[in-house]
């Protein structure tokens, strides 16, 4: 056998392609915010993260723009070494007080700050429990902690289960050091952690939280504070993880939490210390995100009428909607085939959504991720619902 062999006969998505119904990789040309270019025709944009539109105002371009007349392109290098600017610290800075912790810590992408946080946090003897619909980068954190430290080190629980959560934890011995990893937002279901009783069980079996709040910050919370404002529980979640590709309309990650823990992973996390840090136009769009989001607390509000409105319309034509409190509306079809036939009329009929099937969610809940911007205005949303409604009769799946 060679090591090639399983890609050659890697065929599924070919099979897919042939059939016209492949709905991964499509190029976008131009982005208007709620509308794009693709496939050489505009196309209702309902399948983005950039939750308050920030990614194509114009201020946050032009920020970006000027960052990079004044300090170029890229850092080449680490920002252990070479590579901190004075608005990588002014970012730090901020992001700290936006979220009411001590200091934060920047990472290149929201995957590898998971990464980046998790593995230096665990050492021998000491403990992972994760949630087991966390996101892709938290899974990766904890496999390379089991790699390190053996295979107990790594506890899971069923998805937002606290009954479960407390049974494994209880059972772990008291003293030893424990981290609790839980998404704030699950990013496909749109599901909201449990977090008071998981801070109650946190709090009991002495556990450290990290919430990563990749899908909270900028969306839920006073003025997009996030998840643990939510729930007025800021101070109980001992590290608070975001990322920039949301809400912040740039490409990047943080955590925020005590000073000695944010130092102590600044100086033991190889995500960090051996990848180039953010660069200047990133950093710099994100700054004005921020001041922005601070500004005008109205884009939350309409950003959440928006994701409700059509939230409603589906369930109202009889789809079945998963129910939420996120501009993340998830419609569930149920089978892949289906899937991407009900995406492809779509994006045919000018809507671009998100196609999730296994293993993104468990098979038989497969289904179509919506998700909104402050940007969208009613005759985007009305044209969505149109035509969800248009091929979801062509389709059977509603009356
Ligand atoms: N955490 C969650 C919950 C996410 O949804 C994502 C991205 N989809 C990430 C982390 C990774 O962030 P990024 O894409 O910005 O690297």
Same mark, same amino acid.
Not at 171 to 174: E, I, N, S, Y
């Given at each position: 056998m060679d090591l090639f062999d399983k890609c050659y006969a890697f065929k599924r998505h070919e099979e897919v392609k042939a059939m016209g119904l492949y709905p991964y990789f499509q190029p976008i040309y131009e982005n208007y915010g709620p509308v794009v270019k693709m496939d050489g025709r505009e196309i209702i944009m309902a399948g983005s993260n950039n939750y308050l539109g920030l990614t194509t105002d114009p201020r946050v371009k032009e920020a970006a723009i000027e960052a990079i007349k004044k300090y170029g392109t890229g850092c080449s290098g680490s920002r252990y070494l070479n590579g901190t600017l004075d608005i990588h610290i002014k970012l730090e800075e901020q992001l700290a007080d936006f979220v009411g912790k001590e200091a934060a810590l920047l990472f290149s992408t929201g995957f590898q700050t998971n990464q980046g946080a998790i593995v230096p946090l665990i050492g021998k003897d000491e403990y992972v429990i994760s949630d087991k619909d966390n996101h892709a980068s938290i899974v990766q954190g904890t496999l390379i902690s089991k790699g390190l430290w #053996?295979?107990?080190?790594l506890v899971r629980y069923r998805h937002n289960d606290m009954k479960h959560l407390e049974e494994v934890i209880s *059972?772990?011995?008291?003293e030893a050091g424990k981290l609790i990893v839980t998404d704030g937002v699950f990013s496909m279901s749109g599901n909201i952690v449990n977090l008071p009783e998981l801070v109650r069980i946190a709090r009991t079996y002495n556990a450290r939280i990290m919430l990563d709040d990749a899908h909270g910050?900028?969306?839920? #919370? *006073?003025?997009? *504070?996030?998840t643990a404002n939510h729930f007025g529980l800021d101070d109980q979640v001992d590290i608070i993880m975001g990322t920039f590709? *949301?809400?912040?309309?740039?490409l990047g990650g943080f955590i925020a939490g005590e000073k000695p823990v944010i130092d102590y992973i600044k100086h033991h996390s190889p995500a960090l210390i051996f990848s180039a840090s953010m660069t200047p136009a990133q950093v710099a769009a994100v700054l004005k995100a921020l001041e922005i989001i601070k500004a005008e607390p109205e884009r939350i509000e309409r950003l959440h009428y928006n994701a409700n409105k059509v939230r409603r319309g589906l369930k109202k034509l009889g789809f079945n909607v998963l129910d939420g409190q996120t501009p993340i509306v998830p419609v569930v079809i149920g089978d892949d085939l289906l899937t991407f036939k009900f995406w492809r009329k779509l994006f045919d009929n000018g809507v671009f959504v998100n196609a999730v099937i296994s293993p993104a969610v468990?098979?038989?809940?497969?289904l179509l991720r919506l998700s909104f911007m402050a940007t969208h205005e009613d005759k985007h949303l009305d044209i969505v619902l149109e035509k969800f409604e248009k091929v979801g009769k062509e389709l059977a799946l509603i009356d």
């Open positions: #053996g295979s107990d080190v *059972k772990l011995p008291l910050l900028g969306v839920l #919370g *006073k003025g997009g *504070k996030g590709s *949301k809400s912040f309309a740039s468990p098979q038989g809940m497969q």
